[in-house]
């Protein structure tokens, strides 16, 4: 189903994941969040950043216990568990951030 | 854990061109999500899937190249290169990429878990594994 945002109409496969990363502009995270009733933090967009930054270097997205590890690391170790990514994405770090973050779902991610 | 296997993937052929190199790569991925020892040996061409510098562009193939680099926060604590498959194609160690690894508990790290080695010490480590996928 296609996603509107800044008045472009962007192509997102049957899950919901942008087809052309290079579509992604911050508004794609804004409008999937809407569409969950997700009001978007900064702690929300420490780990959208994250994870594009990540993809950009290795080319894939992280598993979620890399991205707990990172976190921990980056962000604070009180941060890097699943209890509290799931808290920011409750229908699961790896693929709803993916997901916002434009990024493929994660290699091993059901 | 009692039942931690040694899992030996072994790597023989080009990057591009054939599936087997990213598919072998997407199976390291995974495996590592289950907490087994995984090892990673490159030999015969497959010693070029950890060159640098790959330009994929030509071929209109995504660039996976950057991808081993992060196999130390997957938890892979070995990449192994057979000397003789690298000394046959002009290579050396410099033309590969460096792959990290940290423990981000206990902050103990290797700058570089890619390791060339010689014949003998390859039928070594691929006896000592428990599993090997070849690919």
């Known amino acids: 189903m296609p996603i509107e945002v800044d008045g472009k109409t962007l192509e997102t496969d049957e899950e919901g994941y942008l087809v052309n990363l290079n579509d992604w502009v911050p508004g794609v995270a804004e409008v999937m969040a809407k569409e969950d009733d997700l009001e978007l933090t900064q702690d929300h967009w420490d780990i959208i950043n994250f994870l594009r930054e990540y993809y950009e270097e290795y080319q894939i997205a992280p598993a979620v216990r890399v991205l707990t590890k990172a976190v921990g690391k980056r962000l604070g170790k009180e941060k890097g568990n699943s209890k509290y990514l799931y808290g920011l994405f409750p229908y699961g770090p790896g693929k709803q951030a993916c997901r916002y973050a434009g990024l493929p779902k994660p290699t091993g991610c059901v | ?135």
């Open chain 2, 1 to 135: 854990m009692s039942d931690t296997k040694n899992f030996m993937f072994l790597n023989r052929r080009a990057p591009y061109g054939t599936i087997y190199a990213w598919e072998s790569l997407e199976v390291v991925l995974i495996a590592a999500a289950f907490e087994q020892n995984v090892s990673l040996m490159f030999a015969d061409d497959g010693v070029y899937e950890l060159t640098k510098n790959q330009d994929t562009a030509g071929i209109g193939m995504k660039n996976f190249s950057p991808t081993y680099r992060t196999l130390g926060d997957y938890e892979v604590r070995h990449m192994y290169v057979d000397k003789a498959s690298l000394e046959a194609r002009g290579l050396t160690a410099d033309d590969l990429v460096q792959v990290e690894w940290e423990d981000w508990e206990t902050e103990e790290s290797v700058d570089n878990i890619v390791e060339v080695v010689d014949s003998e010490r390859v039928a070594e480590l691929l006896d000592e594994s428990d599993v090997v996928f070849s690919f």
